[in-house]
């Protein structure tokens, strides 16, 4: 097993109170797979790769309970320096805005030519060298050139390649991509997705992709983990989600994908809102929100039912959900 997150809690104190914005997460991947965790905003998705990279800040953040294992390894059990041996050659994370994530005022070559350097010991020269290479790997023209640019002489598609090309320096066996194709238009985001697909399996790398769109997964997950409220409502092989999700969390972020067939109706969109961490309802976290919540949602939390011997639902009426 590449990657076992075991029961993670994280937890944020405010003034308002105790945020659970992780609750009990468990999820596995390995090696040459695709996971992707949907939600919406606020659901978990990315303090739960923070907690896995290891760069949540703590304060005001706390792990508050669980595991995380890499390659068998327990990672919150290391210290500072073995954290950053690992980041880069272990593990590495694909950011969601690329222009925030890279340095402004050095060149892309030079952030590149850096992992090199520090990892790898190598020449500034012979970094520099790399860094063409990885761009001309991730598809940006004119690479020798353009080695010398600053973010901002790049497009937004252009930045999320050098993000990319950053993630595999050190040829990494996981990859965390946190909404990499954010405020992208529709055709750089499949070519970014497209990419990402090919290079993870020229690598055989473990990817997490984190995005709130099903759309963007459809083609390039092997399985799909729906959170919501910091918990794992529901999990399954991405074909059994798109057929007939097992919950009504899960079937209200489907039906809020527009459709051709939608041309003129109103899009649908989810009742209410996301619940304030501080004060999760009893019960269901989703039953504010659910057209199938009785009396037993507002008072007993659903495990994870087992659908079948791949998939998982946290609903107490998951056979009426999948009925539609």
């Not at 790049?154 to 909404?179: K, N, T, V």
């Amino acid at each position: 097993m590449l990657l076992e997150v075991r029961d993670l809690h994280v937890e944020f104190h405010t003034r308002d109170g105790v945020a659970k914005a992780v609750n009990g997460v468990n999820y596995t991947v390995e090696a040459g797979e695709t996971l992707a965790v949907l939600g919406e905003s606020g659901s978990g998705k990315s303090v739960t790769a923070q907690a896995v990279m290891g760069i949540l800040d703590i304060p005001p953040g706390k792990i508050a309970g669980g595991e995380i294992l890499f390659k068998g390894r327990d990672l919150l059990k290391l210290k500072e320096d073995e954290w950053r041996k690992l980041r880069g050659s272990g593990m590495a994370m694909i950011f969601q805005d690329a222009l925030s994530a890279l340095n402004p005022v050095l060149t892309v070559g030079d952030q590149l030519g850096e992992m090199f350097t520090v990892h790898r010991g190598m020449s500034r020269k012979d970094a520099r060298a790399k860094a063409v290479e990885l761009m001309d790997r991730v598809r940006i023209p004119a690479a020798r050139e353009r080695v010398r640019q600053y973010p901002h002489q790049f497009s937004g598609g252009m930045r999320q390649r050098i993000m990319i090309a950053m993630a595999l320096a050190l040829e990494p066996d996981l990859i965390i991509a946190d909404e990499p194709t954010t405020a992208l238009d529709v055709t750089v985001q499949a070519q970014v997705m497209e990419l990402l697909a090919e290079l993870q399996r020229e690598y055989n790398m473990g990817l997490i992709l984190i995005t709130h769109d099903l759309g963007v997964v459809a083609d390039v997950a092997d399985k799909i983990a729906v959170m919501y409220a910091g918990r794992i409502v529901e999990t399954a092989p991405v074909h059994d989600i798109y057929k007939a999700p097992a919950h009504p969390y899960t079937r209200g972020l489907l039906e809020s994908i527009p459709r051709l067939d939608q041309k003129g109706q109103e899009l649908y969109a989810i009742k209410g809102l996301p619940p304030n961490l501080t004060r999760i309802p009893p019960g269901c976290a989703f039953n504010p929100r659910c057209p199938l919540a009785r009396d037993v949602c507002r008072t007993d939390e659903p495990p994870l039912y087992e659908v079948s011997r791949t998939r998982r639902s946290a609903c107490h009426f998951w056979e009426e959900a999948l009925r539609g």
